[in-house]
C-alpha cells in the first residue's frame, strides 16, 4: 500500500486547511485510514481515522472542528480541518491498517498555524 498526502501549509489561527491522502496498490486489506500528528518535542499521535463500516474516531481536542471523510472511488481520504489553533501545529501522517494489523505511512505534510 503506497500512501500519497498532499494538502497541508501555513495559515493564520481561525482558518481552515484540508488534506487529503491518496492510496493505491493493495489497498483490499485496509480498514482503517486516517492521520496522525506530530508537534515540535511530542510523540506522534492520533488526529482522526475512518474505518470501513464509515465509523470515525477523533482525538479529543480536535473534535468539532475536524471532519474526516473518504472518497471510496478514489481512495482518498480527506481531513477539513477547521478553526485551526496554533497547537494544531504539527506533521501530518497518513495512516491506514489493514486487517491482519499492518500498518503503512504516507509521507508527513506540515500544518503550520500562525496566531
Known amino acids: 500500500v503506497q500512501l500519497q498526502a498532499s494538502g497541508g501549509g501555513l495559515v493564520l489561527s481561525g482558518g481552515s486547511l484540508r488534506l487529503s491522502c491518496a492510496a493505491s496498490?493493495?489497498?483490499?486489506?485496509?480498514?482503517?485510514r486516517g492521520w496522525y500528528r506530530q508537534a515540535p518535542g511530542k510523540e506522534r499521535e492520533l488526529a482522526a481515522t475512518i474505518i470501513n463500516n464509515g465509523i470515525t474516531n477523533y482525538e479529543d481536542s480536535v473534535k468539532g472542528r475536524f471532519t474526516i471523510s473518504r472518497d471510496i472511488r478514489k481512495n482518498t481520504v480527506t481531513l477539513q480541518m477547521n478553526s485551526l489553533k496554533p497547537e494544531d501545529t504539527a506533521v501530518y501522517f497518513c495512516y491506514a491498517k489493514t486487517n491482519y494489523e499492518r500498518i503503512y505511512w504516507g509521507q508527513g505534510t506540515l500544518v503550520t498555524v500562525s496566531s
Open positions: 496498490g493493495k489497498i483490499s486489506g485496509v480498514n482503517v
